[in-house]
């Protein structure tokens, strides 16, 4: 079946390190590929997504790219900030029901 | 942005009890809204489905007489726990879908529930 695996968290980082979170997926057919962030007290939101191969979804600093030949959509940021401390979930979506399935989500604790 | 709202926020009940959890659509009307739980340290794992107007589509092994699901306008769906024991004390949380010609999801900030 189709699913979604993280690295384990928690990844702490001082300020202006640079970030990945590994995100590795497995599914049938040509799922689109979701990084969702919870900050804390609050519900997720879309961070960025990609709906094929090679595509690169990028917002906030924060890029992951489609890779189909290593199943992979990590998460990477070139200079973290305190206030990017947060969950943050990788998903993958099959078909147009809409339906998510989520990977295990990853805590970022970025100290000053 | 499209804003999804969760009441109450936390819940404690006693064993045996009904729990009604609400999730609306403030600014957008939600065709469709998926509900989760969520495990400490673990992924959301979508319980169901629903569409507005029709029944709800639960997943493979949740228990749709556990767990009503009404989604009876576009901007509102409630999810009712049903003789709730504290094996369905978890982290509930919905989503909505639709208004903005995408199909994104947008989540609510969840639901502690906690059955004594």
């Known amino acids: 079946g189709n699913s979604v695996t993280q690295m384990e968290g928690p990844v702490t980082l001082s300020e202006e390190a640079f970030l990945t979170i590994n995100c590795t997926y497995t599914?049938?057919?040509?799922?689109?590929l979701f990084w969702y962030v919870q900050y804390p007290g609050e519900g997720l939101q879309l961070l960025l997504k990609?709906?094929?191969?090679?595509d690169k979804g990028s917002n906030k600093g924060f890029e992951a790219t489609y890779r189909k030949e290593t199943t992979s959509f990590h998460l990477e940021k070139g200079s973290v900030q305190v206030s990017d401390s947060a969950v943050y979930f990788c998903?993958?979506?099959?078909?147009?029901?809409?339906?998510?399935?989520f990977g295990q989500g990853t805590t970022l604790q970025v100290k000053p | 942005g499209a804003v999804v709202s969760q009441h109450p926020s936390w819940v404690i009940c006693k064993s045996g009890t009904s729990v009604k959890i609400e999730c609306r659509s403030l600014d957008f009307q939600a065709t469709t809204m998926f509900w989760y739980r969520q495990f400490p340290k673990q992924s959301l794992m979508l319980m169901a489905t629903s569409n507005e107007g029709s029944k709800a589509t639960y997943e493979q092994g949740v228990e749709k007489d556990k767990f009503l699901i009404n989604h009876a306008s576009l901007t509102l769906s409630t999810l009712t726990v049903t003789s709730a024991h504290p094996e369905d004390s978890s982290f509930y949380i919905c989503s909505a879908r639709g208004g903005d010609g995408t199909d994104t999801q947008y989540f609510g900030p969840g639901t502690r529930l906690t059955v004594l």
């Open positions: 599914a049938t057919g040509y799922p689109s």
């Open positions: 990609a709906t094929k191969a090679d």
């Open positions: 998903a993958l979506r099959t078909g147009n029901t809409g339906k998510l399935i």
